[in-house]
């Protein structure tokens, strides 16, 4: 089984749709959860940390389910510019080894 | 303003040649890594540092070599044995030595082999 699996997408969906990424992590043990987004030929950049009880950031909510084993991001309100890959993050006990990074899920949001 | 600053941003090199790719952060930052992306592809990791002076292999660190002598700079070589070096090369920073936090990228240094 995969580290740090998601669906690769895309995801094609029109303004103002609501749209969610599901990202499945295969460690147990794992603490911490980041979601990140990725715009064409750019770098990653830290979109909201994922706590245990859930949190909110605008139209983002990210949540995390330790018994399934993932975690997911909701998008309210799509917007034009929501348009780029997302990307699910883990660590990985034990010991002190970097962060895993998930592929990547490509999100079209469309006029 | 702090950040991670990596350069070039775009470098061309032909075969054969060995190329170095910088990366310096001003964050105070303890750990740094190395990742390369090719089109379409999830990041992959070439290389970290917890600390100035010790690195470790990532996944794919065959044909690359690093080093950190300061706490702000950790530059990437490329050698003439990586047999397919053309691709996205982006460099991240942590505070956390336990690389538990999360990690801000540089913009990257796009190679292009010639």
């Known amino acids: 089984r995969k580290e740090v699996e998601q669906d690769p997408g895309p995801f094609n969906v029109p303004e103002g749709a609501t749209v969610a990424f599901n990202c499945t992590y295969s460690?147990?043990?794992?603490?911490?959860f980041f979601w990140y987004r990725q715009d064409c030929r750019k770098e990653p950049k830290l979109l909201m940390s994922?706590?245990?009880s859930g949190n909110e950031d605008g139209r983002f909510t990210a949540q995390l389910n330790r018994a399934s084993q993932y975690i997911s991001l909701l998008i309210r309100d799509s917007k034009l510019s929501d348009s780029a890959t997302y990307l699910c993050?883990?660590?990985?006990?034990?010991?002190?080894?970097?962060?895993?990074f998930g592929k990547g899920t490509r999100l079209s949001v469309i006029a | 303003d702090g950040g991670i600053t990596q350069s070039p941003k775009y470098l061309f090199r032909k075969e054969g040649q060995n190329v170095t790719l910088s990366c310096e952060q001003n964050?105070?930052?303890?750990?740094m890594y190395w990742y390369r992306q090719d089109p379409g592809q999830g990041l992959r990791l070439i290389y970290y540092?917890?600390?100035?002076?010790?690195?470790q292999k990532g996944d794919i660190a065959e044909g690359y070599s690093v080093s950190r002598e300061k706490k702000e700079s950790f530059p990437l070589t490329v050698t003439s044995a990586q047999k397919n070096p053309t691709a996205f090369y982006l460099c991240?920073?942590?505070?956390?030595?336990?690389?538990?936090?999360?990690?801000?990228f540089g913009q990257g240094t796009r190679l292009t082999v010639v």
């Open positions: 991240a920073s942590s505070w956390d030595s336990h690389m538990n936090t999360e990690a801000f």
């Open positions: 460690n147990s043990a794992s603490q911490s």
């Open positions: 994922v706590y245990s």
């Open positions: 993050v883990v660590n990985m006990p034990p010991g002190n080894t970097p962060l895993v």
């Open positions: 964050l105070n930052h303890d750990a």
């Open positions: 540092s917890q600390i100035v002076n010790d690195f």
